[in-house]
């Protein structure tokens, strides 16, 4: 088959946008991500998960929605500056979850942008009176004039959720389902600013199966992964249904080689 290029049809991109803005460290993958940990129960999933958060050494905030989350308490103690009780939701049947996402993520962006518009008004005000000017004392108690505050000292904070033990639950099943994969396919764009960009959200879901006949991670959402973790599992269609799916970035030969050299014990993935 003879190429053709056609002139004037070529495709440019913005070498400043980027789907992954967020800075993490070297040797870990970018975010925003949607990742996945499939393993049986007793594997060890909870626990990488918690070790993989971190090493990322960069989420802000953590939201945990899981029914077993608070029985955990070793691993609540290691993400607890990261994670604060009221972004601890147990109950996987209470569709407004996911409502209470968006509006998180819509906070931390409404806070930011007022952050930045005080810290304006703040540095034209002293510009204004002059802060060391004895004749403008009397201006220092007024709120006005106190430099503003945000809860992560004017950047973007970088969000996660994490779904843990919910497949079955009313999240993954009718209304919830549809919501969750609408807000897997947009995370990058949650809480957008007025000026362009988004605080975004990186999701994260525990499951024990790949794919199950209903209430499990959507095939959307799969589709779309882009850290997959997969646990030692003794079901060989399991791992097909696996490697066909990741057959668009990676063929199924190098799949499996990568799989059986990476699982020697039951807590290997």
């Given at each position: 088959?003879?190429?053709?290029?056609?002139?004037?049809?070529?495709?440019?991109?913005?070498?400043?946008?980027?789907?992954?803005?967020?800075?993490?460290p070297?040797?870990?993958?970018?975010?925003?991500?949607?990742?996945?940990?499939?393993?049986?129960?007793?594997?060890?999933?909870?626990?990488?998960?918690?070790?993989?958060?971190?090493?990322?050494?960069?989420?802000?905030?953590?939201?945990?929605?899981?029914?077993?989350?608070?029985?955990?308490?070793?691993?609540?103690?290691?993400?607890?500056?990261?994670?604060?009780?009221?972004?601890?939701?147990?109950?996987?049947?209470?569709?407004?979850?996911?409502?209470?996402?968006?509006?998180?993520?819509?906070?931390?962006?409404?806070?930011?942008?007022?952050?930045?518009?005080?810290?304006?008004?703040?540095?034209?005000?002293?510009?204004?009176?002059?802060?060391?000017?004895?004749?403008?004392?009397?201006?220092?108690?007024?709120?006005?004039?106190?430099?503003?505050?945000h809860?992560?000292?004017?950047?973007?904070?970088?969000?996660?959720?994490?779904?843990d033990?919910?497949?079955?639950?009313?999240?993954?099943?009718?209304?919830?389902?549809?919501?969750?994969?609408?807000?897997?396919?947009?995370?990058?764009?949650?809480?957008?600013?007025?000026?362009?960009?988004?605080?975004?959200?990186?999701?994260?879901?525990?499951?024990?199966?790949?794919r199950?006949?209903?209430?499990?991670?959507?095939?959307?959402?799969?589709?779309?992964?882009?850290?997959?973790?997969?646990?030692?599992?003794?079901?060989?269609?399991?791992?097909q249904?696996?490697?066909?799916?990741?057959?668009?970035?990676?063929?199924?030969?190098?799949?499996?080689?990568?799989?059986?050299?990476?699982?020697?014990?039951?807590?290997?993935?």
């Amino acid at each position: 088959m003879k190429r053709v290029t056609v002139p004037g049809l070529e495709l440019s991109f913005d070498a400043k946008s980027s789907a992954f803005r967020c800075v993490t460290p070297p040797m870990m993958p970018k975010a925003h991500f949607l990742l996945a940990a499939i393993g049986r129960r007793g594997q060890g999933k909870s626990s990488w998960v918690t070790n993989f958060l971190e090493k990322m050494k960069c989420v802000d905030r953590l939201i945990i929605v899981s029914p077993s989350a608070k029985s955990n308490k070793p691993l609540l103690d290691r993400l607890k500056s990261m994670l604060a009780p009221e972004d601890i939701y147990n109950n996987v049947d209470d569709v407004t979850i996911l409502d209470d996402l968006v509006s998180k993520v819509d906070q931390e962006r409404d806070d930011l942008e007022k952050y930045l518009e005080d810290m304006k008004r703040w540095r034209k005000k002293l510009k204004t009176i002059g802060t060391r000017n004895p004749l403008f004392d009397d201006m220092r108690g007024d709120e006005d004039a106190k430099e503003p505050t945000h809860r992560w000292g004017g950047r973007i904070p970088l969000m996660c959720v994490w779904f843990d033990d919910i497949v079955g639950g009313g999240l993954t099943l009718g209304k919830g389902a549809r919501k969750m994969t609408q807000l897997a396919l947009i995370h990058r764009h949650m809480g957008q600013f007025k000026k362009g960009g988004a605080v975004g959200l990186s999701m994260i879901w525990c499951a024990q199966s790949y794919r199950t006949s209903a209430g499990g991670i959507s095939k959307a959402i799969r589709n779309n992964l882009t850290l997959l973790v997969v646990f030692k599992t003794k079901s060989e269609q399991e791992l097909q249904e696996i490697a066909d799916e990741a057959a668009g970035q990676v063929d199924r030969e190098t799949f499996f080689r990568i799989y059986h050299a990476a699982i020697q014990n039951d807590h290997d993935s």
